[in-house]
């Protein structure tokens, strides 16, 4: 069987913990708990028949929202198959010899390079420095490297690299003419924090960004990549044409007009992932790391492991993110959890007292 990597698997977690689909609370995979915006479905429901046409394969629509939306220019922007598609298609393009990652991180980045057996250098953030990715540290393993690959805020450990260091980094980076690619999947919380308009001034950075996660679209697949003129073209050379489906354009263009979404969704994350960090904090037999996205990582300090835990969670209908198969983290103590409505997130706290304490 293939060999799935991340959360969110309904299917194994009811096959597995014999539980229904109504049953499920996923705290497993990053999605905005508020589900998908009321005026998206509307939207989609009303233009399911133009899914007997191709999609434009330019995105042109799609591309020109975007452009408004977050004030970079239209041909500095290319939309993907979620950014997933786009860390494939970027590892395939740049054609790298050696790539630096700092690790525990999204495992895609690893898979794409493997897949085009790329060398990789790995560098292990250290938990006595709570997983902090230090700039000298990083700056000190460029030598030989021609792509870097960074996540910020990062998965699984939800740190983040405030834009004043990120800067240097990425100075630094562009002088030495590695190309730099910026994972900012979960930054919608922090939105003035992004790179996404500096890729006017470093020819040599990629931004992507996903629309998946804080808009709850992930079976729809959806996500964009930010760069240079030059690089986009190169890129869209390589696309599989119409790799993003019809509806998934109309949705970018309506998602990204629904002004009361998203400021309901950035204002209830932000105010509950507060609370559940803080609750989490109290609940004797883990440690919780700070977190800057909809998510927070957590250490077992007791004797059960993040395997048993997991089990015992998904019994009740509440998946957890295990994270023993990130590499760079010791095996089974890390968990991932992400933050849901606040009625979900008192049962999980309530499951985990019983358990834990
Ligand atoms: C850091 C990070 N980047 C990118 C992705 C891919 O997201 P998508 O392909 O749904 O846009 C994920 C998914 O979990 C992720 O965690």
Not at 36 to 49: F, G, R, W
Not at 179 to 204: G, M, P, Q, R, T
Not at 336 to 354: D, Y
């Amino acid at each position: 069987m293939f060999n799935y990597l991340h959360g969110g698997n309904f299917e194994r977690a009811m096959e597995r913990y014999d539980i229904s689909l109504d049953e499920i609370i996923d705290f497993s995979a990053n999605i905005n708990p508020l589900g998908i915006s009321p005026k998206i479905k509307e939207v989609l429901v009303k233009n399911i028949d133009q899914l007997s046409c191709y999609p434009d394969p330019e995105c042109k629509e799609a591309k020109k929202e975007i452009s408004r939306y977050f004030k970079i220019d239209y041909e500095n922007i290319i939309l993907g198959n979620g950014s997933t598609e786009l860390i494939y298609l970027i590892v395939q393009t740049l054609k790298a010899k050696k790539v630096l990652i700092p690790i525990p991180t999204f495992c895609e980045y690893e898979r794409a390079l493997n897949n085009n057996n790329v060398s990789i250098n790995f560098y292990k953030l250290k938990e006595k420095q709570e997983f902090l990715i230090s700039i000298n540290e990083i700056i000190s393993q460029l030598v030989g490297i021609d792509l870097v690959f960074l996540c910020n805020p990062n998965n699984p450990t939800g740190t983040f690299l405030p834009r004043k260091e990120m800067l240097t980094l990425v100075k630094e980076i562009q002088r030495r003419k590695i190309f730099l690619v910026l994972d900012e999947a979960f930054i919608d919380l922090h939105e003035e924090e992004s790179f996404v308009k500096e890729v006017k001034n470093y020819d040599h950075l990629i931004i992507l960004r996903s629309l998946t996660k804080f808009f709850g679209l992930p079976g729809l697949r959806i996500g964009f990549g930010v760069s240079s003129s030059e690089l986009i073209k190169k890129l869209e050379v390589q696309k599989i044409p119409w790799g993003v489906n019809y509806l998934a354009q109309i949705a970018v263009r309506e998602v990204l007009r629904d002004e009361k979404f998203i400021s309901k969704s950035r204002f209830f994350l932000l105010k509950e992932k507060e609370f559940l960090y803080r609750e989490l904090s109290n609940i004797k037999g883990l440690k919780a790391y700070k977190p800057s996205a909809n998510f927070v990582f957590l250490k077992l300090l007791g004797n059960i492991s993040s395997e048993k835990l997991k089990e015992q969670l998904a019994k009740k209908g509440i998946l957890i993110r295990d994270c023993s198969n990130f590499r760079g983290l010791e095996k089974e103590k890390f968990i991932r959890i992400a933050v849901r409505t606040r009625k979900e997130n008192l049962k999980l706290l309530e499951q985990l007292k019983i358990i834990l304490m």
